[in-house]
């Protein structure tokens, strides 16, 4: 069983369109995440949602909207996608804050 | 906010040869975490040191925790192809809050 799973795992799609990608987790952890790697691999925290309490990165602009249905998914959508948008975004999990994190297998986003 | 800076950012090694990537805080660390990116996969967590001083192995690598808190290194000996990837480090700025990562060292081995 993979223990952070995302899909998709890529997603072409063009400029002013709307997407979703979705996330979860089997470890029982109670914080997940969302991270964005850029084409020089530099990883950049978004969010972080942990019990219900959602953590906003200010630098992540409003088009970018996670959503938590329970503490297992963590979905990120995105409205207006840009071409800057492009990138590989990471899920992840842990217990707690201080945890090893756990991540998924990421989704590769190209907008067009 | 805090920096985790990490050099080199590239490094390329005959196999057999040893290599080592530095980790730098402009703040103290509440502790600090390494993680190994092959090409193409998914950051996967190596190990944490949470001690002033603190030195931990697994097999080749060595991992060490600066006394002051503020600075970390990986070491490994005598690398192989296996060994290829991008090394991050990464800390905690304070608080509750997620962790901040290095920019990483993609290290090549040549066999």
């Known amino acids: 069983d993979t223990a952070v799973s995302q899909t998709p795992k890529y997603l072409v799609t063009q400029m002013g369109n709307d997407k979703s990608i979705k996330c979860e987790q089997n470890l029982g952890h109670d914080t997940m995440y969302w991270y964005k790697q850029d084409s020089k691999k530099f990883l950049k925290i978004m969010f972080s949602y942990n019990n219900k309490e959602l953590i906003i990165n200010e630098t992540v602009p409003n088009r970018f909207s996670p959503k938590s249905p329970d503490k297992a998914h963590l979905n990120l959508h995105i409205n207006s996608l840009e071409l800057g948008d492009s990138a590989v975004y990471f899920c992840?999990?842990?217990?707690?804050?201080?945890?090893?994190?756990?991540f998924g297998s990421g989704t590769r986003l190209t907008v067009v | 906010g805090q920096q985790v800076m990490q050099i080199p950012q590239y490094q390329h090694v005959q196999e057999g040869e040893d290599f080592t990537t530095y980790c730098n805080s402009s703040t103290t660390l509440s502790n600090i975490q390494w993680y190994k990116q092959r090409p193409g996969g998914h950051p996967v967590f190596l190990i944490q040191?949470?001690?002033?001083?603190e030195v931990k192995k697994q097999k080749r690598l060595t991992f060490q925790f600066g006394e002051a808190k503020k600075n970390s290194s990986l070491h490994i000996t005598a690398t192989q192809t296996t060994d290829v990837g991008t090394y991050f480090c990464?800390?905690?700025?304070?608080?509750?809050?997620?962790?901040?990562f290095g920019k990483g060292t993609r290290l090549s081995v040549i066999a």
């Open positions: 990464a800390g905690f700025p304070s608080g509750n809050t997620p962790l901040v």
């Open positions: 040191l949470v001690k002033s001083g």
């Open positions: 992840a999990s842990s217990q707690g804050f201080r945890g090893g994190y756990t």
